[in-house]
C-alpha cells in the first residue's frame, strides 16, 4: 500500500534541480485527505512550491487534481493533513469562471478582492494591461461574449489582479486552439522570469507542462505517483508511455504494479 | 381627466413601496437565490417603529433613518437564519422565512398589538389639473427615486456593490477570488432589510400598516420582483409602479376591493406566461 | 427474548426479519386506531372540539404532505380546499339538498377545482408554485367575501346537521367519529397511492423532475393527480367541518390557516403518513396548551396569539435547521441507529 512512497524514490526530491530558486516555500501541502462523502478524492499527499518556482501537478482526468487546487485555494477543507500557503495565491481556475455579466475591467477589479483594505489604488488594472496589452482594448466588453482565448486571458489578468506570490493555473491549455495556449504560456514564462512569480500549473497536457515547469508531480487516483524535475520526467519511461503519448497506450492500469 | 391624475399619482406612490419590496427581493435572490418570505415583515417593522420613535417624540427623517436601519439589523438577522448554516437549500431558506415571518408576528404584537398604525407624513395637498393630491404622494415618490438611484449607484459604482454582483453572476468564481459569498448574502438580505424599510417608512402615512399587512406586501413585491424573473432590478422596479397603478385604477373606476384580486391575477398570468417561455430542464440546469 | 432461542429458531427468525421488524410497527398501529377510537369516550367536554380540530387537520396536512414530499410542489395556498370543501357542503345542505350529498360533493369540487386551476399552476415550480397558490387564496377569500350566494364576509349561517340514512351527527363525538372514518379513508387511499407504481414515480419527481421525465414518468399528469387527491382530502375536510360548526365564512379559512398546514407537514415530516399525523397532532396540542397558558390569569389578552405565533416560528426555523426531513423519519433514524449496534448472531 506505498506506491507513491516508492514512486517518490523515483526522481530526487525537490532541491535537485538546476534553476535552483530560493528555498523559501510559497505553498507546502503536507499529507492532505480530501473525501467527498465515502469517496477518497485526494490520499495523503504531499507538494511544494518554492519562492519563483514553475512546478506542473500532471495527472490523468478524476485525479484528483482539481480538489488539490480547491484546497490549496482554501475553497474546500481536507479532511486530514495541511495546506499552508505563505503570501497570496491567486487562482485561474478550470473553464476560466470568469463573471460573465461583468465588463474585462470590472472582472479584474474583483481579482483585487483580497486586497480591499489597501484602498482603490490596489484595484488600478493599468498594471494587468501593461502585462497583457490584449486586455486594454477589450477592457468595456462583457467577459461573456469573449472567445475562450480571450476569456483565459482575462482570467490571468483577475489573478494578477491579486498581487500574488504564486499563481495557480488549473488546465491552461482546456478548450483552447494550441497557438493560444502557446501565447499564454510565452506569457507565464514572462510573468516567472521577469517577475519572480511562482506557478503551480495543473495540467493534462503533460508535454505543455513539463515543457514550462522546472519541476513536477504525477498525480493518480488520488496519490503522488511521481516527482522530480521535469526533464527527469520527461526522459522517463513510465511518463512518456501514460502521459506523452510516447506509446500508443491508452491511460491503462495504474498503481499495482509500480 | 383629474381623477385620472390623481390615480396615477396615488398609484404611483403606492407602487413606489411595492417597487422597493421588489427591488429587496432580487437584491436577496440574485446574491443567495433565496426567496425571502419575511420581505413584506420588514416594511411592517419600519413603519412601526417610525411611529413608535415619532410619538415618542423623534423628528421626522431622524425616525424614518432609525427605522430603516432597525428593519436592516432585522434583515441580517433573517439572513443569518436563512443561509448562515452551511447547505440549508434556498427551498428550506424559504420555509425558514416564512418561519420568521410568524415569530415576527409574535414579537410585533407584544410591542405593538394587533391594532393598524399610521404616522402622520408630509402635510397639506396640491392641486395638479383639477386634481387634489396629498403632498405625501410627491414625498414618496421622490424619496422612493432617490432610492432607487441610490441603489443603482451602489451597485454600478461601488466594489462593494460589484462583488455582491459577481456573486450572483458566478459563485464559485467569486470564491475563487476570494469573496465570501456568505457574507455578502448577509450583506444582500441587510440591504434587503432596508429597501423593505424605506417602503415601510414611506408607505405608512398612506395606508396603515399591522403585523398581518405584511402577506399582501410579500405577495405585491413578489408580483413586481417576478416581472424580471426575480434577478434584474430595473423590472422589478417599473413592475411594482406598473402594478401600483393598475391597483389603483381598479380601486378608482371599479371596485377598490377587487384592487388586489387585479394585481394578484396580473401575477399569476406574468409568472405562467414566463414558465411557458422556461422548461424544468432551463431551471434545474440553472441550479 | 432473543438470547433464549434456539439456533433453528434464531435462523427462522433471521429469514423472518423483514416481518419482525414490521410486527411492532403493526402493534403501534393497532395502538395508535385503538387509541383513537376510545378517545371520544374518554375526552371531556371541552377537550372534544381539540380533537375534532386535529382530525380535520390531520386530513388535511396528509394530502399536504404527500404533494411536498413526493410531487415536490409547495402549496402555501391549501386552505382554499378546505374553504371550497366547506363552502360547498354549506350550499347543497343549506339549498334544501339532502345533507350527506353535500359532504359527498365537498372532496369532488376540490378536487375539480385543483385539477382545472393546476393545470396552469402547476408549471410553476418552487417558490413560484408557492406564492402562485398563496396568490390563489387570497384571491378566493376576495372573491367568496364578495358574493352574495356566497353570504359575502358574513358567510353562511345555519348549516344543518349532517344527517346520514336516518342518522343524524349530532354531538360533537359523532362528528369525532366522522373524522377518524374520513381520516382511515384519506390514510388507506394516501397509502395505495404511494406504494404504487406512480407513488414511486413521485419520488423521482420530488428529486427531479428531468430525471423523472426521462424515465419515462408522465410527470404532469402525476402532478395534477397529486395535486388534485390532497385538494380533495382538503374538501373532505372541509364538509365535515362545515356541518360540524353549522356555519362556514371567508374569516374561518385565513391564509395563516394554509401556513400553519404547511407548518404541520414539514414538523411531522414530508412525504410520510405517520409524519402528517405527527404534526398535525403535536402542533394542534402544543397550541391547545398554549391556549391555556396563555388564557391563564394575569396573562394579557394578545398572549395566546403571541404564543401561538412565537411557537410556530421557533419550531419551523429549528426543525428544517435541525431535523430538515422532519420529527417522523428523525425518529425512525434513530430507532434504527439505536437498534443496529445490538449485535445479531
Known amino acids: 500500500m506505498s506506491p507513491s512512497e516508492t514512486a517518490r524514490d523515483v526522481a530526487s526530491p525537490a532541491g535537485a534541480q538546476d534553476s535552483a530558486p530560493a528555498e523559501r516555500p510559497v505553498i507546502t501541502v503536507e499529507d492532505v485527505v480530501i473525501r467527498y462523502g465515502t469517496a477518497t478524492a485526494v ?49 485561474v481556475p ?13 472582472n479584474l477589479r474583483l481579482g483585487a478582492w483580497p486586497l480591499r483594505s489597501q484602498g482603490a489604488k490596489a484595484r488600478d488594472t493599468t498594471r494587468v494591461y501593461e502585462v497583457l496589452p490584449d486586455l486594454a482594448d477589450l477592457r468595456r466588453r462583457r467577459a461573456g461574449t469573449l472567445s475562450g482565448g480571450q476569456q483565459q486571458m482575462v482570467a490571468f489578468g483577475r489573478a494578477l489582479m491579486a498581487d500574488p506570490e504564486v499563481l495557480v493555473v488549473d488546465e491552461l491549455s482546456l478548450g483552447l486552439a494550441p497557438l493560444i495556449t502557446a501565447a499564454l504560456a510565452d506569457h507565464l514564462r514572462e510573468l516567472n522570469a521577469a517577475r519572480g512569480l511562482a506557478v503551480l500549473l495543473i495540467e493534462q497536457n503533460a508535454r505543455l507542462a513539463l515543457d514550462l515547469c522546472t519541476r513536477a508531480y504525477v498525480l493518480e487516483a488520488g496519490r503522488i ?14 511518463v512518456a508511455a501514460a502521459y506523452l503519448g510516447g506509446a500508443a497506450e491508452p491511460p491503462g492500469p495504474e498503481g499495482d504494479d509500480g | ?116 398604525h399610521s404616522f402622520p407624513g408630509l402635510g397639506g395637498a396640491v392641486d395638479i389639473a383639477g386634481a387634489h393630491l396629498q403632498k405625501q404622494y410627491f414625498l414618496v415618490i421622490g424619496a422612493a427615486a ?22 450572483a453572476s458566478n459563485p464559485y468564481a467569486a470564491r475563487a477570488v476570494g469573496i465570501n459569498v456568505t457574507r455578502m448574502g448577509l450583506v444582500a438580505f441587510t440591504l434587503g432589510g432596508m429597501l423593505g424599510g424605506v417602503a415601510g417608512v414611506l ?74 417561455q422556461h422548461t424544468a430542464l432551463h431551471e434545474e440546469a440553472a441550479r | 427474548m432473543t438470547q433464549q432461542l434456539t439456533p433453528a429458531q434464531a435462523r427462522i427468525s433471521f429469514a423472518d426479519l423483514a416481518a419482525r421488524l414490521r410486527s411492532p ?159 382511515a379513508v384519506v390514510v388507506l387511499i394516501t397509502r395505495n397511492v404511494v406504494a404504487s407504481r406512480p407513488g414511486r414515480g413521485l419520488r423521482a419527481l420530488a428529486t427531479s423532475e428531468v430525471a423523472a421525465e426521462s424515465a419515462g414518468v408522465p410527470v404532469v399528469a402525476y402532478k395534477l393527480v397529486v395535486f388534485s387527491l390532497s385538494a380533495g382530502f382538503a374538501g373532505l375536510a372541509g364538509g365535515i367541518y362545515a356541518f360540524y360548526t353549522g356555519y362556514v365564512a371567508p374569516g374561518s379559512f385565513p391564509v395563516l390557516l394554509s401556513f400553519e398546514f404547511v407548518v404541520m407537514a414539514v414538523i411531522g415530516g414530508l412525504g ?74
Open chain 1, 43 to 91: 490520499d495523503r499527499v504531499g507538494l511544494t512550491v518554492a519562492a519563483g518556482e514553475t512546478v506542473a501537478l500532471i495527472g490523468p482526468n478524476g485525479a484528483g487534481k482539481s480538489s488539490l487546487v480547491n484546497a490549496i485555494m482554501g475553497l474546500i477543507r481536507p479532511a486530514a493533513g495541511s495546506v499552508r500557503v505563505h503570501g497570496r495565491a491567486a487562482l
Open chain 1, 94 to 106: 478550470e473553464g476560466r469562471q470568469l463573471f460573465p455579466e461583468l465588463d474585462v475591467e470590472d
Open chain 1, 225 to 238: 505517483r511521481i516527482e522530480g524535475p521535469s526533464r527527469q520526467l520527461a526522459d522517463s519511461a513510465e
Open chain 2, 1 to 116: 381627466m383629474s381623477e385620472f391624475v390623481q390615480y396615477l399619482i396615488s398609484g404611483l406612490a403606492v407602487g413606489c413601496g411595492f417597487a422597493l419590496l421588489g427591488s429587496g427581493l432580487v437584491t436577496i435572490h440574485r446574491v443567495t437565490r433565496v426567496v425571502n418570505f419575511a420581505q413584506g415583515m420588514f416594511a411592517v417593522v419600519a413603519g412601526l417603529t417610525a411611529g413608535s420613535l415619532l410619538s415618542a417624540g423623534l423628528p421626522h427623517g431622524v425616525a424614518e433613518i432609525v427605522a430603516v436601519l432597525a428593519a436592516g439589523a432585522t434583515g441580517l438577522l433573517v439572513g443569518i437564519a436563512a443561509i448562515g448554516r452551511r447547505g440549508t437549500s434556498p427551498q428550506s431558506a424559504l420555509i425558514i422565512t416564512l418561519g420568521i415571518g410568524f415569530l415576527a408576528y409574535a414579537i410585533e404584537i407584544m410591542i405593538w398589538g394587533d391594532n393598524p
Open chain 2, 146 to 167: 432617490l432610492g432607487f438611484a441610490a441603489l443603482g449607484l451602489f451597485f454600478t459604482r461601488t466594489y462593494l456593490g460589484k462583488a455582491l454582483g459577481a456573486c
Open chain 2, 203 to 276: 408607505v405608512t402615512p398612506l395606508q396603515s400598516l399591522s403585523y398581518n399587512s405584511d402577506v399582501l406586501l410579500i405577495t405585491n413585491g413578489f408580483a413586481a420582483a417576478i416581472l424580471g424573473g426575480l434577478n434584474r432590478l430595473g423590472p422589478a422596479m417599473l413592475g411594482g409602479l406598473a402594478l401600483g397603478v393598475a391597483e389603483s385604477m381598479v380601486a378608482g373606476y371599479y371596485k377598490a376591493s377587487y384592487q388586489s384580486v387585479v394585481a394578484l391575477a396580473l401575477m399569476l398570468a406574468v409568472m405562467i406566461w414566463r414558465a411557458s
Open chain 3, 25 to 183: 410497527r403493526t402493534l403501534a398501529v393497532l395502538a395508535v386506531c385503538a387509541t383513537a377510537l376510545l378517545l371520544p369516550q374518554i375526552l371531556s367536554g371541552s377537550d372534544m372540539p381539540v380533537y375534532v380540530t386535529l382530525l380535520l387537520s390531520a386530513i388535511v396536512v396528509t394530502g399536504l404532505s404527500m404533494l411536498m414530499g413526493y410531487a415536490g410542489q409547495v402549496s402555501l395556498g391549501h386552505a382554499s380546499f378546505y374553504l371550497i370543501g366547506a363552502y360547498t357542503a354549506a350550499l347543497i345542505a343549506t339549498h334544501d339538498k339532502p345533507t350527506w350529498l353535500g359532504l359527498l360533493a365537498a372532496p369532488f369540487a376540490a378536487a375539480l377545482v385543483a385539477a382545472v386551476i393546476g393545470i396552469p399552476l402547476l408549471r410553476l415550480r418552487g417558490h413560484q408554485l408557492a406564492f402562485a397558490t398563496l396568490a390563489m387564496q387570497l384571491i378566493l377569500l376576495n372573491v367568496v367575501g364578495q358574493q352574495e350566494w356566497t353570504g359575502g364576509d358574513i358567510g353562511l349561517q345555519g348549516v344543518p346537521r349532517l344527517t346520514v340514512a336516518g342518522y343524524e351527527f349530532a354531538t360533537v363525538s359523532s362528528y369525532a367519529y366522522l373524522a377518524l372514518g374520513a381520516l
Open chain 3, 272 to 345: 410520510t403518513i405517520w409524519g402528517a399525523l405527527a404534526g398535525a397532532t403535536a402542533i394542534t396540542l402544543l397550541l391547545q396548551q398554549l391556549n391555556e397558558l396563555g388564557t391563564a390569569e394575569g396573562m394579557p389578552s394578545s398572549a395566546p396569539v403571541v404564543l401561538s405565533y412565537a411557537v410556530y416560528g421557533v419550531l419551523l426555523v429549528l426543525v428544517v435547521l435541525f431535523l430538515p426531513r422532519g420529527l417522523v423519519p428523525s425518529a425512525r433514524d434513530w430507532w434504527v441507529r439505536r437498534r443496529r449496534p445490538n449485535p445479531e448472531p
